[in-house]
T-cell receptor
Framework: GESVGLHLPTLSVQEGDNSIINCAYS??????FIWYKQESGKGPQFIID?????DKRQGQRVTVLLNKTVKHLSLQIAATQPGDSAVYFC?????????????FGQGTILTVHP | GAGVSQSPSNKVTEKGKDVELRCDPI?????LYWYRQSLGQGLEFLIY????????KSGLPSDRFSAERTGGSVSTLTIQRTQQEDSAVYLC??????????????FGPGTRLTVL
C-alpha cells in the first residue's frame, strides 16, 4: 500500500550545524510533498512544500530536495537553532481523487544541543 | 484572524460513551480535514470536507466514527461507543482550497482523547 517513511527516527545536532532529515515515499503518483514541524503539545506547523515538477525549493533557512527517481525527499535546515528542536514529518498527496488526503511519515525527532 | 481552534483540548471518557469533538477552521477556508495521531506516531487521515460535503471519508476506522460540517465552517467529529483504542490526539486542519494551489493545511492544537 501507500506509505511514507523516514530513514532516521532521531537526529541530534549541535547549535549552528546544518541538519538533514530524510524521507522515503512509495506512491509514485504523489505530486505534492510537505514538511511539517510539530512541537510538543501543538499541532503540526507547515515548513515548506514542493510539487513534483520541481526538484528543489528554498525557504528561510530551509531547503527541500525531491528525487523522484528514487522516491526520496529531504529537508535541510541551515544553522540549526535550539528552537528547531521538534518532531519533523514529511507528508505526501497523490492528487486526483486523493487530493484532500495527506499521508504522513512516522516522524523524526530533531534535538539541537546548545 | 485566528488560526484553527479545537475543543475541548482534553477529553477523558469511559469506554462505551459517545464523544463529540469540535473544529473551527480559519475563516474563509473551504476545505477541512480530520486526522488522528496516536502516541509517538505520525498523523492518520480520517476525513476531508470540501464545503459541507465529504469527498473522502476513507480514513474513518469504523462506523462508530462520523463527522459533519455545517455552514461550510464548523465541523464535529463524533465517536460512538468509544473504545480504549480510540485514545489519541485528534487534529483538525483547514486550507483555503482543497485542490490545486492554496491547499496548504493549517492545523489546530488537537483534542487529546483518553478512553478509560
Amino acid at each position: 500500500g501507500e506509505s511514507v517513511g523516514l530513514h532516521l527516527p532521531t537526529l541530534s545536532v549541535q547549535e549552528g550545524d546544518n541538519s538533514i532529515i530524510n524521507c522515503a515515499y512509495s506512491n509514485s503518483a504523489s505530486d505534492y510533498f510537505i514538511w511539517y514541524k510539530q512541537e510538543s503539545g501543538k499541532g503540526p506547523q507547515f515548513i515548506i512544500d514542493i510539487r513534483s515538477n520541481m526538484d528543489k525549493r528554498q525557504g528561510q533557512r530551509v531547503t527541500v530536495l525531491l528525487n523522484k527517481t528514487v522516491k526520496h525527499l529531504s529537508l535541510q535546515i541551515a544553522a540549526t537553532q535550539p528552537g528547531d528542536s521538534a518532531v519533523y514529518f514529511c507528508a505526501e498527496n497523490a492528487g486526483g481523487t486523493s487530493y484532500g488526503k495527506l499521508t504522513f511519515g512516522q516522524g523524526t525527532i530533531l534535538t539541537v544541543h546548545p | 484572524g485566528a488560526g484553527v481552534s479545537q475543543s475541548p483540548s482534553n477529553k477523558v471518557t469511559e469506554k462505551g460513551k459517545d464523544v463529540e469533538l469540535r473544529c473551527d477552521p480559519i475563516s474563509g477556508h473551504t476545505a477541512l480535514y480530520w486526522y488522528r495521531q496516536s502516541l509517538g506516531q505520525g498523523l492518520e487521515f480520517l476525513i476531508y470536507f470540501q464545503g459541507n460535503s465529504a469527498p473522502d471519508k476513507s480514513g474513518l476506522p469504523s462506523d462508530r466514527f462520523s463527522a459533519e460540517r455545517t455552514g461550510g465552517s464548523v465541523s464535529t467529529l463524533t465517536i460512538q461507543r468509544t473504545q480504549q483504542e480510540d485514545s489519541a490526539v485528534y487534529l483538525c486542519a483547514s486550507s483555503l482550497r482543497g485542490r490545486g494551489g492554496q491547499n496548504e493545511q493549517f492545523f489546530g492544537p488537537g483534542t487529546r482523547l483518553t478512553v478509560l
